[in-house]
């Protein structure tokens, strides 16, 4: 059972910048694939990075590439999802989500997901 714990969220204006942290059990953490999604009211859930654990490869849709970092400290097993340039439309509940085979942004292949952080960004 994998568990993860996300922290990190709040409110910010258009413009600013959050870090949120995904804390996962230690014996599941070295090789897996970690991914950040999220689903604002009245939308489908969608993935906003991909980092594989002790790699190099990540993953963004258009939608944040550029204003979004995923990374790693693996001495913490903990995942980052750095965000700045924020905007309202980034407002939502963010979940930290795992994955054992594979990694992107297919949400249907996670298998273990965090309890979520809200993000609201403020016009």
């Known amino acids: 059972q994998v568990q993860l714990v996300e922290s990190g969220g709040g409110s910010v204006q258009a413009g600013g910048s959050l870090t949120l942290s995904c804390v996962a059990s230690?014996?599941?953490?070295?090789?897996?694939?970690m991914g950040w999604f999220r689903q604002a009211p009245g939308r489908e859930r969608e993935g906003v990075a991909a980092?594989?654990?002790?790699?190099?490869?990540?993953w963004y849709p258009d939608s944040v590439k550029g204003r979004f970092t995923i990374s790693q400290d693996n001495a913490k097993n903990t995942v980052y999802l750095q965000m700045h340039t924020l905007k309202p439309e980034d407002t939502a509940m963010y979940y930290c989500?795992?994955?054992?085979?594979?990694?992107?942004?297919?949400?249907?292949?996670?298998?273990?997901w965090g309890q979520g952080t809200q993000v609201t960004v403020s016009s």
């Open positions: 989500a795992a994955r054992a085979r594979g990694c992107g942004l297919d949400i249907s292949m996670y298998n273990y």
């Open positions: 980092i594989r654990t002790g790699g190099l490869s990540t």
């Open positions: 230690a014996y599941t953490y070295s090789g897996i694939c």
